[in-house]
């Protein structure tokens, strides 16, 4: 006879409540414990693809430069001494689909011609240094590159570009600009400095800073003349948005000084709607009266 142990059931004080919560509670415990292991798994590919994310858009869409000359003062901060230079967002894909224009302010490749005379990034002298500065600049963090420029254009291929009129402007195809984003420091001269006549051949542009008296651009770099022109293809992008300090949050203006002294005057653009607008009245009168006669007539 063969003995047959019984089976476990209630009777025996075990409560299947409590077995299912333990069962609970183990799959839990195991379902965390694989989480936990498959994010310190994919922590190295999340950072890869963040960095990678980082280089494809400061390569062809966007990239955050710093300021470090006051050569475009009060439109962007400088710093020369122990302050917090500007940091702006230069969109770097506009200038696929268009051209720089008067106005535009933007970040550009120095000609050959350029010398940088307004600031010197110190470069790094131990490898560690060089190699966190590297690290740096892939991930976003701005360096002040003594190879690029920070301007405005004012004037552009088949324009030609002197100072001054007889109230101290500049003159692109001698008309006056309209540049209320000039600045002049305190203590320095307020006339600007002339210089002869410019003639901007196709594919090249004319740019000046804001701080006119405190910068070196097209009028002295490399003797002025010709050799202080800036190639289009040299060009970065454009200044958009100052996104450092956060006291300094705002856009980027790009108002096109040509506009005002080239175009027509509001009231000129409103003549053709004007004109329209009164010849509409006559004309709706007359249509009035024409049908009302006809109706009594008997032939409406």
């Known amino acids: 006879m063969v003995d047959v142990a019984p089976g476990r059931g209630p009777s025996d004080g075990e409560d299947p409540e409590h077995e299912e919560k333990v069962e609970r509670w183990r799959a839990s415990t195991r379902r965390k414990a694989a989480k936990k292991g498959s994010f310190w798994k994919e922590l190295p590919i999340l950072v890869g693809v963040a960095v990678l994310l980082a280089v494809l858009i400061q390569a062809f ?3 955050v430069y710093m300021i470090p000359s006051e050569s475009m003062e009060q439109t962007l901060h400088g710093c020369t001494g122990e302050c917090f230079g500007d940091r702006v967002l230069v969109d770097k894909l506009t ?12 970040v550009f490749h120095g000609p050959d011609s350029w010398i940088n005379q307004e600031f ?9 240094s060089r190699a966190v500065r590297f690290a740096g600049s892939l991930l976003g963090f701005p360096t002040a590159n003594e190879e690029d420029f920070v301007k405005r254009v004012v004037a552009v291929g088949g324009q030609t570009v002197k100072c001054c009129d007889d109230q101290n402007r500049v003159l692109v195809d001698g008309r006056p600009l309209d540049e209320p984003y000039v600045y002049r420091a305190p203590g320095r001269s307020t006339a600007q400095e002339s210089f002869a006549e410019v003639r ?3 594919g090249f542009l004319f740019v000046l800073g804001d701080n006119r008296n405190d910068s070196c651009d097209s009028r002295c770099q ?3 003349g010709e050799a202080g022109l800036v190639p289009v293809d040299n060009v970065v992008g454009k200044a958009r948005v100052v996104v450092l300090p956060p006291s300094r949050w705002q856009g980027v203006g790009d108002h096109d000084p040509q506009a005002v002294v080239l175009g027509a005057p509001e009231w000129q653009d409103a003549l053709p709607a004007g004109a329209g607008l009164a010849a509409a009245w006559p004309v709706l009168l007359v249509g009035r009266r024409v049908r009302a006669r006809l109706r009594r007539s008997g032939l409406g």
Request: net charge negative.
């Open 95 to 106: 200038y696929d689909f268009t051209e720089p224009e008067p106005g535009d302010v933007v």
């Open 222 to 224: 490399g003797g002025g």
């Open 120 to 128: 010197t990034a110190p470069e790094p002298t131990d490898p560690v």
């Open 61 to 63: 869409l966007a990239k």
């Open 200 to 202: 901007v051949p196709e």
